[in-house]
């Protein structure tokens, strides 16, 4: 009767088993169902147009002050339609940066509904490209070196541009631009014009007449070169500036005035006839 009972026992066990793994098998096989579900569920969100950033209107540009909302979103570079979970707000921010005059930048997702929030801190431009008198026509350039047209700017800040002019070379960029503004913007003596044509030899029209700076080597350099410049700003008193062409601080130590060779008087000097200098 024992061993009857030891083996109705171990039949009841084997049945026992084999339900539960049923029932693990059908609950198994019931998430994987629930979790297919879900995923093809959102799937399907997802790819619908109300997840989607289709038109530049769907990007919001705040606290911007002089950069039009226009130029910031051409900027970002969106290809329509596109998923707003895709978009990487990271790299967003670095194409705002690497293109625009913009000083800092936070950018958010928002799905209900799809969008994104742009808020930046832009800056002016520093200076103006060139000697074109149509404004519509000009480039402005800020202190990192980014150019960026008029039409990027809002009209209502036009007349706050910078009247600072820069002539470029032909290749469209002024080495060492940075540290040559910031010299230049601090500078005791007003600088309107700063000419990178020729590498070898800035040159700047400024309060006192047009100078030549020679070769840009450092920052120290050309903030001697202006202190110089400041201490000789009186110069002028002292001779006819029509007979001086400019005032050569290559060597800040010794600088020198570049004159006008003298001619007959029924010619005009030519600034393209030979010179004559002098120490200061």
Not at 49 to 62: C, G, K, L, Y
Not at 131 to 155: K, T, V
Not at 221 to 242: A, E, G, N, P, V
Not at 251 to 257: A, E, H, M, T, V
């Amino acid at each position: 009767m024992h061993q009857s009972a030891s083996k109705e026992q171990l039949r009841q066990r084997r049945r026992q088993l084999r339900q539960q793994q049923r029932v693990r098998v059908i609950k198994s096989l019931w998430r994987f169902l629930c979790m297919s579900g879900i995923l093809a569920g959102l799937a399907w969100v997802v790819n619908q147009p109300d997840w989607t950033i289709s038109q530049p209107e769907q990007i919001r540009i705040e606290g911007n002050q002089y950069l039009s909302d226009r130029a910031i979103r051409s900027m970002l570079a969106i290809p329509y339609p596109k998923l707003i979970l895709e978009l990487a707000p990271e790299q967003l921010r670095s194409q705002l940066f690497s293109h625009g005059s913009i000083a800092s930048v936070q950018i958010d997702r928002g799905v209900l509904p799809p969008q994104l929030r742009v808020q930046v801190r832009d800056t002016l431009p520093v200076a103006r490209i060139g000697r074109s008198s149509s404004l519509q026509s000009q480039l402005f350039i800020d202190e990192r070196g980014l150019q960026l047209p008029l039409s990027s700017y809002r009209p209502t800040v036009w007349r706050s541009l910078p009247r600072l002019q820069l002539v470029l070379p032909l290749q469209g960029t002024c080495p060492h631009w940075t540290q040559i503004y910031q010299v230049i913007h601090t500078s005791p003596v007003a600088v309107g014009l700063i000419d990178c044509r020729t590498p070898q030899n800035l040159m700047l029209q400024t309060e006192v007449g047009k100078i030549a700076l020679g070769g840009f080597t450092d920052k120290s350099r050309l903030i001697y070169q202006m202190q110089q410049l400041d201490r000789l700003r009186d110069w002028q008193k002292h001779l006819s500036t029509d007979d001086v062409e400019l005032l050569n601080l290559d060597r800040p130590d010794r600088p020198k005035l570049q004159l006008y060779p003298a001619v007959p008087t029924d010619t005009q000097p030519s600034p393209t006839t030979d010179r004559t200098s002098f120490k200061l």
